[in-house]
């Protein structure tokens, strides 16, 4: 016979602490347990060994007991569907922000980092991940780059997206959001799906209904967090796909979609998509969205299974998500089920003040800015252009008539092929000043907004000498930035001192009258040409419904 295995050794451990043979590590014990499989509060004790639930029932005997009465135990939160990059702080940062809140484990989608380091970003990505203080797990980027209207620092082939598929923490793949191609069979994203086949495939359906909606679930696609009315989420439910309700700090759908959830949907759940460091600081993460559906009148018990087990069932995660014997002793204490407020956050039964605050951080070599080209940059528009419509709460552009533009947006080359390109936006509202940054999906190029030209420059340059981040200009001088080191994507900085640094940016752009309430990340997406409607990249303005790149020059 073989040796039993560690895995075995500790299942057989349980297994006695179960059968009262042995003792637990821990017990809780006066908690109301929060059973999220049947939506009901049990009683008991809940005792850990090795980081595990031996077994839930009462007067279990441990090394140490805690006195939990009076509060509500349930599982840790799981957000099924998250950009880190977008908060501007590296995992280690987002744990700091997130653990008090109740969170302990991501689903993170790191394309923002594999546009700019490609394969390297992903392995970096689960390697931080793993001295976090968070369990972070990933799915392989499908579309980098998002499309052939965008290039970035890097180009996935299906070969590439099959090998990130066997990295051990890799879940599936990720938001395929080359839905054009997924429709018109384009052969480079039909590899994709084939090579993902057997496993988790997540969707990206912004705007799309009827039979267009029904060819990209008959393509395998599962799941979909892009609905952002009622319409929408119920035609994607009916399609039999997941419904992933995203309330981040740029899109925020959770409003819109609480009728569907009060009917109770068996396959949904609660996701952040991209959410910023201020934001969680001041609202919260699940933890806010949980607070928002109690408030709506949805019932707490099934407000919690939309982070717990749903995520944990839609990746596969099999002992994560539930409160029973043999699932991982990630749990929480919370002191009611209406603010959800943590009393303590257990990961693997270790508490919060374990948490480590000085964290060794994987290298991340490469990933500067170079904006080569930008001081002798033609930032003309086109007389004909439609202008961009920026809407203050949504990732979702519409179309303006030409002459209606307030701000000038352009977006440069980083990675030095000298591309810029310039278009008018409505909606951002500046008068005054710029603002840079290079941070913008899915590519990261370098995007600047401004009322002057220079001003403009000036910001972009300023971003480039940080190697990465977020600089406002305002007649030459800096008046505030926020260095973004790792990739030009994140920061290692404490999340108070990133969030602080947010706000003195936000606060400068309103300053000179922007008028978005979650600025920098309402930018960070006006490049995303696979997200309708106008988008502008370095090659160009985009026409996303219509799938095209505008003419320079007006036809005939």
């Keep these: 016979m073989t040796e039993p295995s560690p895995e075995t050794l500790l299942r057989q451990r349980l297994v006695r602490v179960a059968r009262r043979q042995e003792s637990a590590d821990l017990v809780i014990r006066g908690a ?173 359906a912004a705007g799309l209904s009827g039979d267009d909606l029904q060819a990209y679930a008959a393509a395998g696609i599962h799941s979909d967090h892009e609905a952002i009315s009622e319409a929408q989420a119920r035609e994607r439910l009916r399609a039999g796909l997941w419904l992933m309700v995203r309330e981040g700090s740029a899109a925020r759908n959770l409003d819109a979609l609480i009728p569907v959830l009060r009917e109770l949907p068996r396959r949904a759940m609660l996701v952040s998509d991209d959410i910023g460091a201020d934001w969680l600081l001041e609202r919260g993460h699940l933890d806010h969205q949980l607070r928002q559906l109690v408030a709506a009148g949805i019932d707490p018990l099934y407000a919690l299974g939309l982070v717990t087990c749903h995520p944990a069932e839609y990746w596969g995660l099999h002992d994560v998500g539930v409160i029973g014997p043999g699932f991982r002793a990630d749990l929480l204490l919370l002191e009611d089920l209406t603010d959800f407020r943590v009393a303590e956050c257990w990961l693997g039964g270790e508490p919060l003040a374990a948490l480590q605050h000085n964290v060794s951080i994987p290298e991340l070599a490469g990933g500067g800015v170079n904006v080569a080209g930008l001081e002798g940059a033609d930032l003309s528009v086109p007389a004909h252009w439609p202008v961009i419509g920026v809407r203050p709460d949504q990732i979702e552009t519409y179309r303006a008539p030409p002459g209606s533009g307030d701000t000038k947006l352009a977006v440069i080359d980083r990675y030095g092929r000298g591309l810029v390109s310039a278009a008018w936006t409505c909606g951002i509202g500046l008068t005054r000043g710029a603002v840079a940054l290079s941070v913008l999906h899915d590519a990261h190029q370098v995007i600047m907004a401004g009322a002057s030209d220079a001003d403009m420059r000036a910001a972009g340059l300023e971003v480039a000498r940080l190697g990465g981040g977020v600089a406002v200009v305002d007649g030459g001088e800096v008046v505030a930035a926020l260095p973004l080191p790792y990739g030009g994507l994140m920061s290692d900085a404490p999340p108070a001192e990133v969030a602080a640094g947010v706000q003195r940016i936000q606060a400068a752009l309103r300053e000179r009258g922007c008028r978005l309430p979650e600025a920098l990340t309402t930018l960070s997406f006006l490049g995303l040409s696979v997200i309708p409607e106008l988008k502008l990249t370095p090659r160009g303005l985009i026409d996303v419904r219509a799938w095209t790149l505008l003419e320079r020059e007006p036809l005939d």
């Design 32 to 204: 109301q347990i929060v059973s999220v499989t049947t939506r009901e509060l049990l009683t008991g004790d809940v005792a850990i060994a090795g980081g595990f639930v031996a077994a839930v029932g009462p007067e279990y005997q441990a090394a140490e007991v805690i006195d939990a009465s009076g509060q509500y135990l349930a599982p840790g939160f799981i957000d099924g569907h998250i950009h880190i990059e977008s908060s501007l702080m590296t995992p280690a940062s987002f744990a700091r922000a997130v653990r008090p809140r109740g969170t302990t484990g991501v689903v993170a989608e790191p394309h923002e980092i594999v546009n700019v380091m490609g394969a390297a970003g992903l392995e970096w990505m689960l390697a931080a991940g793993r001295v976090s203080g968070l369990r972070v797990w990933a799915s392989q980027p499908s579309c980098v780059p998002a499309s052939g209207f965008e290039q970035g620092g890097a180009h996935l082939s299906p070969a590439d997206i099959a090998h990130g598929l066997g990295v051990p923490g890799v879940l599936g793949v990720a938001e395929m959001m080359n839905y054009p191609g997924v429709l018109n069979a384009d052969p480079q994203v039909w590899a994709t799906l084939q090579a993902a086949r057997g496993g988790r495939i997540d969707g990206h």
